[in-house]
C-alpha cells in the first residue's frame, strides 16, 4: 500500500470555523473604519449575485474589545464556555418538573433498565397502555445513556431517583448541551458571513431570552430538536454564500491497482466522522436486536440485519459520493442534512420541514436560485437528503416492524397531524397565541424586536452578506411564527424554533447600529418596544403568582389552572421583577440616543445576563421545591422505616410519581400496585387498607383532594391522618396508622 498526496495546500483548506474570503478577483475595501481590527474584519465587495443578493460583506467593523485579543477559534470556544456558564451550573440541583420531564425520564429509565435501544415504553398508569410512541427517540437514546453513566440504569434501591441529585444530572446535561449548539450555530452563521461581534451579539441574545435558557434546562424534547435544527440551518446558509469554489485537494491510497480517493480537508474529515458516530451504532443495534418474520402465514423469522440491509448499502454509496465530492460547499450540506436527521428523530417531521421550508422561502425571497447551481450544490442537495434519510428511517423502520401501523398512526396520525389540523390536548388560538408569549420569551430583547423586524423590511444593503443574513434571520422568524400559528394545537413553548432567527437578527442590528452614527428607525422602534417590554413585565410582577408564566413556558400548568395557582408567601418575585424591568427599560430607552447607543447596549447586556443567572439559578430552584414531587418522594423514602411502609398514589397523573419511585408503585403483581387512577380508583384504595390493616402507610395525592381522602379511610384510621410533608403547592404526603 502506498499513499501519495501530489496537490499541494489550497488556500481554501482551513478549518470549518475559518472566516469566507471575499469572491475571488474582488478587491477589498479601500478604506477602513478607524479603530477597527481586522481579526474580525471581514473584506467588502461589490459583486451581486442573480438575486441581488451580494455575496461581500458591508464593511461594517466596529471593535470587539477584549475579544480582538482572542483568534477565531478562540471566540469559538469563549462563545461554548458562555453557554456552558450559563446552562450548566445548578442545572441538576432541584427536582425535576411534572409532566414532561418526569414522563420522559421514566420512558429513559425504562430503555436503560430493559437494554432496548428501539421500543419506547411507559408502565406507569392503569389508563394508559405500557408503549409510549408519541415521541420519536433521539431524546430517550441520549437520556438512557446518560443514565447508565450515572449509574442509574436500574439495579438498585428504588429510592436512587428521589435521593440525591444524579437523576437531575443526567437527564437535563445533554439538552443544556444541546443549547449550547444552538448558540454555536448562531454564532457560526454570523461571524463567518457578517463579523465576529454580530455573532457573539446574537449568541447573546439567544442565551438570554427566557424561553430559550429554560427550556435549555429541561428534560424535554424540545432542544434537542432546535439545537440541530438551528445548526443545520447556519450550515446551510454558509454552503449558500461561500463563494470558495476552488477544487479540494484530494487523498489518494492505492491498494494494488485499486485507488481510493477522497478530499483532503477538516469537513470532509467530519463529514465521515458524524456519518460513522451517527449512522453505525444505529444499524448495529437494529441488527441485533431486531428480529421480524416474512408476510405470511407461515413466514420465515429474520434478524434485524435482513431489514437493515438497505440502509447498509445506502450508506456505503452515500460514503462514496461523499468521497467523491470536489468542492467544500456540498459538506456543508452533508453536516445539515445529519442535523436534520437528528431533529427529526428528536421531534418528528418538522425536523426536516422546517428548515427545508424557512430555506426555500429565503431563496425565493432574495430569488438566489441560480447560486445553487454552483461547486456542486445541487448534487450535494440530492446526496444531502440520501445521508439524512440514514440518519432518520432506520430507527422507524425498526419500530414499524417490530410494532406495526399503530405505532405510526399514534406518532404520525395523532401526535402530528391531528395536532396540526384537528386539535388534540392543549390550547387553542390564532395569529396572535404567541404575541403575549413572546413578550416573556424574549424579555428583555422583546423591546428592540420591532426594531430589527421593522429594519428587515426598510433598510435596503443590496452589497452586503449583512443584509443577506438579517432578511434570513427575520425570515426564519417570521415563517416559523407563521407555521407554528397554523397549527390547531398550540402550547406556549411552540414557539421557540422561531427564537434562534430573531437572535440573528436582532445581533445584526445591535452590531450594525455600534458603528452607525443615525438610525432614527431603531431609535423610534425602541421607543415603541419599550412599553411592549413593560407591558409583559407588568403580567409577571403584578399578581403575586405572576412567575409562575416563566413555567408556563415549559410546562402546560396554565391548561389545568388557567388562572394560575396560589403561590406561598416564600415564591413572591415581585421586587427583583420589578428592578430588572426598570433595568431593561432604561437601557432599551438610552437606544434612542446615538451617543449612548453603547452604553445601552451595555445596560441591557448586562441586565440580560444578570436575570438569567437569577432566572435559571434563583428563582427556579426555589419554584422547583414547591413545584416537584422530589422533595416529597425523598421525604418519604427518608421516613420509611421498611419497604413494607408502601406509598398510596391516589388519583395521580402527573408522572413524578413514577420516575422517583422507580416506577415501584407500578411494577409488580396487579393487586401489589399502590397506583389508584382510572375506574374503581377509590374502591381499590379501600381495598387494599382493607388487606394491610396494622401498618403503616403514606399517601401522595394532590392538596385539593385532602377532605376526599379522609373519608375514604377506614373509620378507626381516620385520626391517625397527618400531614407530612406540606412544602409543595400542588401535593401533600400524608401518613395513616392503618
Not at 404567541?434 to 421593522?454: D, S
Not at 422602534?525 to 413555567?551: E, K, S, T, Y
Not at 418522594?633 to 408522572?655: D, F, G, N
Request: aromatic share 12%; with cysteine.
Amino acid at each position: 500500500m502506498s499513499t501519495r498526496t501530489p496537490e499541494p495546500p489550497a488556500a481554501g483548506e482551513a478549518a470549518i470555523s475559518a472566516p469566507i474570503p471575499p469572491s475571488p478577483g474582488v478587491p477589498e475595501a479601500p478604506s477602513r473604519v478607524a479603530g477597527s481590527s481586522p481579526s474580525h474584519e471581514v473584506a467588502s465587495a461589490e459583486s451581486t449575485d442573480e438575486g441581488g443578493i451580494s455575496l461581500a460583506s458591508a464593511g461594517h467593523k466596529g471593535r470587539l474589545g477584549f475579544l480582538d485579543r482572542l483568534s477565531e477559534g478562540q471566540t469559538t470556544w469563549a462563545v461554548v464556555l458562555f453557554g456552558c456558564l450559563l446552562f450548566l451550573p445548578f442545572a441538576g440541583s432541584y427536582g425535576l418538573f411534572d409532566p414532561w420531564e418526569t414522563h420522559y425520564g421514566e420512558v429513559a429509565r425504562q430503555m436503560a433498565k430493559r437494554g432496548d435501544a428501539i421500543s419506547l415504553w411507559w408502565p406507569g398508569a392503569p389508563t394508559d397502555p405500557d408503549t409510549f410512541w408519541s415521541k420519536p427517540v433521539l431524546s430517550f437514546w441520549i437520556m438512557a445513556l446518560s443514565l447508565r453513566l450515572f449509574g442509574l440504569a436500574g439495579g438498585g434501591a428504588a429510592s436512587e431517583m428521589a435521593l440525591g441529585t444524579r437523576a437531575e444530572w443526567a437527564l437535563r446535561l445533554p439538552f443544556c448541551l444541546f443549547g449550547v449548539m444552538g448558540l454555536y450555530a448562531v454564532y457560526l452563521c454570523l461571524s463567518r458571513l457578517v463579523t465576529r461581534r454580530a455573532g457573539v451579539l446574537a449568541a447573546v441574545v439567544l442565551g438570554t431570552s427566557p424561553l430559550y435558557s429554560l427550556v435549555a434546562r429541561q428534560a424535554m424534547t424540545d432542544m434537542a430538536f432546535v439545537g440541530p435544527m438551528a445548526l443545520a440551518l447556519s450550515l446551510g446558509m454558509l454552503a449558500l454564500l461561500d463563494d470558495r469554489d476552488a477544487e479540494l485537494p484530494r487523498r489518494h491510497v492505492r491498494f494494488g491497482r485499486w485507488t481510493l480517493s477522497w478530499p483532503r480537508h477538516p469537513a470532509a474529515t467530519t463529514t465521515f466522522l458524524v456519518l460513522a458516530v451517527v449512522v453505525l451504532p444505529q444499524l448495529v443495534i437494529d441488527s441485533i436486536q431486531l428480529t421480524w418474520r416474512l408476510p405470511g402465514r407461515q413466514g420465515m423469522l429474520l434478524s434485524g440485519f435482513w431489514a437493515m440491509l438497505p440502509a447498509w448499502l445506502g450508506l456505503g454509496g452515500a460514503v462514496v459520493l461523499v468521497a467523491r465530492t470536489r468542492f467544500l460547499g456540498p459538506f456543508y450540506l452533508y453536516l445539515a442534512a445529519v442535523l436534520c436527521g437528528l431533529a427529526v428523530l428528536a421531534k418528528g417531521l418538522a425536523g426536516l420541514g422546517l428548515p427545508v421550508i424557512i430555506f426555500v422561502l429565503y431563496l425565493a425571497s432574495t430569488w438566489s436560485w441560480r447560486r445553487m447551481g454552483r461547486a456542486q450544490l445541487v448534487r450535494g442537495v440530492l446526496v444531502a437528503f440520501l445521508v439524512c434519510a440514514l440518519v432518520a428511517v432506520p430507527w422507524h423502520e425498526a419500530m414499524l416492524l417490530r410494532h406495526g401501523f399503530p405505532f405510526w398512526d399514534e406518532l404520525y396520525g395523532d401526535n402530528h397531524w391531528r395536532r396540526l389540523v384537528l386539535g388534540r390536548h392543549g390550547d387553542r388560538g390564532t395569529f396572535e397565541y404567541f404575541l403575549r408569549e413572546l413578550g416573556y420569551a424574549v424579555l428583555p430583547w422583546i423591546a428592540l424586536a420591532p426594531a430589527a423586524l421593522l429594519l428587515a423590511v426598510t433598510k435596503i444593503e443590496r452589497s452586503s452578506r449583512r443584509q443577506a443574513m438579517f432578511w434570513f434571520g427575520a425570515l426564519w422568524f417570521v415563517s416559523a411564527y407563521a407555521l407554528v400559528s397554523l397549527s390547531v394545537t398550540k402550547f406556549h413553548h411552540y414557539i421557540l424554533p422561531a427564537l434562534p432567527g430573531l437572535a440573528m437578527a436582532l445581533g445584526c442590528v445591535l452590531d450594525d447600529l455600534l458603528d452607525r452614527s443615525s438610525h432614527r428607525a431603531l431609535g423610534a422602534a425602541a421607543f415603541l418596544g419599550v412599553p411592549l417590554m413593560l407591558l409583559a413585565a407588568h403580567d409577571l410582577f403584578g399578581p403575586q403568582n405572576g412567575a409562575q408564566r416563566f413555567i408556563w413556558l415549559f410546562s402546560y400548568d396554565y391548561i389545568n389552572q388557567p388562572k394560575g395557582r396560589d403561590w406561598p408567601p416564600f415564591l413572591d418575585f415581585r421586587p427583583a421583577l420589578v428592578f430588572f424591568s426598570i433595568w431593561f427599560a432604561v437601557g432599551a430607552a438610552l437606544f434612542a440616543w446615538p451617543r449612548l447607543r453603547r452604553a445601552a447596549l451595555a445596560t441591557v447586556l448586562t441586565g440580560a445576563l444578570a436575570f438569567t443567572f437569577y432566572l435559571l439559578d434563583g428563582a427556579l430552584p426555589r419554584m422547583a421545591h414547591a413545584w416537584s414531587q422530589k422533595p416529597l418522594i425523598a421525604t418519604y423514602y427518608r421516613s420509611r422505616s421498611s419497604p413494607a411502609e408502601k406509598l398510596l398514589v391516589w388519583q395521580m397523573y402527573w408522572r413524578g410519581e413514577n420516575f422517583y419511585t422507580s416506577n415501584e408503585i407500578y411494577e409488580g403483581p396487579k393487586e401489589d400496585r399502590t397506583i389508584f387512577l382510572g375506574d374503581r380508583n377509590a374502591e381499590h384504595l379501600q381495598e387494599w387498607m382493607a388487606r394491610h390493616k396494622g401498618t403503616r402507610a403514606f399517601l401522595l395525592v394532590e392538596r385539593s383532594r385532602q377532605a376526599h381522602l379522609k373519608s375514604l379511610l377506614p373509620e378507626y384510621a381516620r385520626g391517625s391522618l397527618r400531614l407530612v410533608d406540606e412544602s409543595n403547592m400542588k401535593f401533600g404526603l400524608y401518613e395513616v396508622q392503618l
